[in-house]
């Protein structure tokens, strides 16, 4: 004999069986977000994790893999390991690095030869002393940026990839992988957070952002994108990184005219102009890195240096006084 249910007892049992997925679905993957002030900036983690306990050790792990990365690549730190390799510009020595600076300094070097040293991580006296120059609010004199000038250079930074080595070849020299740093650092925490089995990631490293796979049951991640004024774009994104540089409040003004904190190798000035650029690549750190060199290198030589990085995007605004000029290959 055949059984028969009512359709009320289906129903019940679609709904049991419904309302037993979903809470299946969310006990397996919530939404948790973190944020924290690190390397200057607010780094703000969202991800998809089972629980709360595995969520939480694993964001702290996270936040600690980037102290340790600042510990070891800050400008700013008297005993960091970068400082410590700047104070040995000169000596003739090849010093011995961890892993992570010297793969920061390789990327590094990649970006400054394909960028005809746009992007140059050898720019330390010229930064440090803008950041003098800005805290005191005092232009430097001509021959204070040409002594700076001529301590800097990509190429007289020797990589020795077999031995993990470095040689800065002046005296004086000093490195500084702001412009990079943050992208780096981004793609690190991504590397630990997987590490817990977590797969949707979203980590934002002071607008220096990496994503890995969508949110559960979506497309990917809105993220919205502004050109500096009212234009505003908004484009769900995964497996990729964006970065954006342009005019913050690190700048300095000087018989008002803005100097951008970003400067240009050739002249050892702070950009003149305004800029804002956005760059989407596979990598956080090339994104990072191409953001400041296009910012430096601006539309027309950008255009030309993307046909050495065909996997990135990019969104260039200049402005200079009332003229706004724009490039975009985002869409
Ligand atoms: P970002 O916000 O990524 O464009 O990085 C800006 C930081 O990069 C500055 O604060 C400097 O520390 C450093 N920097 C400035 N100019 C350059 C440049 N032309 N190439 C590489 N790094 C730079
Ligand atoms: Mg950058």
Redesign the pocket.
Known sequence: MAVKFSDNKYKWAIALALSTIASFCSAQESRYSFEKGMMGSPFKLVFYAKNDSIANVAAQAAFKRIEKLNELLS?YRDGSEINLLSAQSGSGKWVQVSDELFNILAI?QDI?EKTDG????T??P??QMWRHATRKGIFPADSAIRDAMSRTGYKKLKLDAKRKKVLLTQKGMRL????????FAAEEAVKVLRSFGIKSIMMDA???IVLTNPPPGTKGWNITISNGSDSLKTMPLSHVAL????P?Y?YMEYNGIRYS?????KTGI?LLFHVR?TVISPDGTVA??L???F??AGIEKSKQMIKQFPESRVWLVEKQEEQVAEWNTLE
Do not use: C, E, Q, Y
């Open positions: 400008d590094s400054s746009a992007f140059d991580a720019l330390g010229v930064v500084d992988i702001g412009g990079l740093g943050k992208g002071g607008g220096k970065a954006t540089s342009g913050t690190r904190h970003i400067v240009d190798p702070g650029t990072d890195a953001a400041t060199a910012s430096v």
